[in-house]
């Protein structure tokens, strides 16, 4: 059984698919023959961190998938760290691919956008064109984290993730999870996310083990490291869009990580954050629909 929304004059269908042997809640969007587009949110997001994108790409004729991915929102939330390795998490955006069976983009922000850049350089026969939105390619910044002070500094809340259980409930515990909304909400520019915007933030975070499947994300990134890549470029057509004014993650780190791609292109907005799609959402999703389109 399926739900139907409409976002700015586009309908948006709420559907449960099974991918990777886990259940994922995913909103589909566009003409059921257009070329596929999985649009993968970041932390601490859901489906609707990318609603600007899916509206766009719907609109211009892509058919759009957008997951709650595993431990957010109504997806299922597996039990333990292994279960949120890159490798489990990619396979299940992977499985979307299969289970839609189209053309396929990919588009990500944030943890969305680690999951794509691992896709294109482990499972290249999956991914036709590439969409990243302020997260380098991950061995940039496993480089950057080990050799650059500036990057370490700004990386610290990873490590304070580690912990057991106490940052899901300074987080997202009942009496703190508004709090930090309006925590993430300074970290954009102002007006980017509106009251109606966090209080679904709100709402996603309540379901029962959302806080903890959240934060394995970062558990399993430290204590779960995937095998080294056998070739670290990214072979399909690339297109980067960075926010330079991103607390979390600094642009040095772009350069690297487009040097590292055969075909690229390089957006950056001086004026946005890390929450870029938020900040600049007709800009981002023009630029993404123009990439996805061109021959």
Not at 166 to 175: D, N, T, V, Y
Request: hydrophobic share 45%.
């Amino acid at each position: 059984m399926s739900l139907i929304e409409t976002i700015d004059g586009v309908d948006i269908e709420h559907r449960d698919v099974l991918t990777n042997g886990i259940r994922l809640h995913c909103a589909l969007a566009g003409p059921e023959d257009g070329p596929l587009v999985i649009a993968l949110h970041g932390f601490p997001e859901f489906w609707r961190g990318m609603s600007g994108p899916v509206v766009a790409l719907a609109r211009a004729g892509f058919r759009v998938a957008a997951p709650d991915q595993r431990g957010y929102g109504t997806s299922e939330k597996p039990e333990g760290i292994d279960a949120y390795r890159i490798e489990e998490i990619s396979a299940d955006a992977a499985g979307l691919v299969a289970a839609l069976g189209r053309d396929r983009a990919f588009v990500g922000h944030d943890w969305g956008a680690a999951v794509a850049w691992w896709l294109a350089l482990t499972r290249p026969d999956l991914v036709e064109r590439l969409v990243v939105a302020n997260v380098p390619h991950p061995s940039v910044f496993a480089r950057e984290v080990k050799a650059n002070k500036k990057q370490l500094r700004k990386s610290w809340y990873i490590f304070a993730i580690q912990a057991p259980w106490l940052p899901e409930r300074i987080a997202f515990g009942k009496r703190t999870r508004r709090r930090f909304a309006r925590m993430i909400a300074k970290t954009g520019n102002p007006g980017s996310f509106d009251s109606r915007y966090l209080e679904q933030l709100e709402d996603a975070w309540s379901h029962p083990g959302a806080g903890t499947g959240m934060m394995n994300w970062y558990r399993a990134s430290v204590r779960r490291r995937p095998e080294r890549l056998a070739d670290r470029r990214v072979h399909v057509p690339t297109l980067i869009i960075w926010g330079r004014r991103d607390v979390a993650l600094s642009d040095t780190m772009v350069e690297p990580s487009a040097a590292l791609c055969d075909d690229v292109l390089v957006e950056f907005f001086d004026d946005a954050t890390h929450w870029v799609l938020h900040d600049e959402p007709e800009r981002t999703s023009a630029l993404i629909v123009d990439f996805l389109s061109a021959p």
